[in-house]
DNA sequence: TTCCGTGCAAATCTTTTGCACGGTC
DNA sequence: GACCGTGCAAAAGATTTGCACGGAA
């Protein structure tokens, strides 16, 4: 199987999952909601809620950016989707998925690009630190800044 | 010398430093800039642009929000100042420091106490990745989230 | 005297909310 | 048929900007 088909499978594979939790939680379906599960589902990097809105009204169902908000806020609730605050004007969300897949951000602070990278080293670092620190640590979440390839070339 | 002392000359130490920047940058003295100035280099930790405001209400010298902005930017762009993205609804500002002082975040998500950390293993891991990272590396910033001990204990 | 820093008010922009309609269960 | 998900429009809230005045150089 190539790895383009594993990946999409894998990106169905989210949908339907939160789709399962999101009526397991008690919702009903709708056209809104499964358009956004969807598009995450697909991505493999954060979003911001109006990128959503531009990509739905660009292809598949269009959402309105009250019900991307809304459905956001669901899939949060259920850690389905995480935020992820690159420190730029909006906040960007993104599936949560397997350990496997766990990443951070770069975040370019010339042309705001966000790039995912994982470290298995950094990630030890962190549970080290998860149990010596005065606080229950649920989540956690790095980002690195500075200026990306292109920028520096151009 | 008691550590009170210590930290009161730290704080002047960087509001007076701050203020040299400032000036060779090119900017003339103003009530305000020396307000926050003021403020941030007693604080230990992130303050939001409206906590700033109401701290400078309460004592000091009053500054409106607009001047408060335009001096956090400022103070961000000459590298004085940081910004802190805790997840919350604001920004954080908090002035940036010598290595030794060097932090990180523990937010609670109940309560939104925000508690300052540093681990040197932590600062190593970040050291190694930065280099082999498609970006050149500025600064990063590191945001655990969870239930501090006074809400798991309520 | 020139120009910048400040305050006020208005504007901007993201995110949230109230309400009515239509679809799901 | 009951209730929830959705869209629209308005509201809310943080941050930014335009403008005029007063103080710094």
New binding site residues.
Partial sequence: MSQVTERADRSEQWADRAEAA??AA???????????LELLGGQECAL???EIEDQLRGGR?????????????ELEGLRLVQRVETGQ???RYERVCDAEEHHHHLVCQRCGIVIPFSDPALERAISSISERVPLAVSEHEIVLRGQCRDCTAA
């Fill in positions: 999101l009526a008690g919702h009903r379906r709708g056209g809104a909601r499964r358009a956004v911001t809620a109006l169902r269009a959402a309105s950016r009250a019900s991307i908000y809304r459905v956001l806020d004007a909006m906040v």
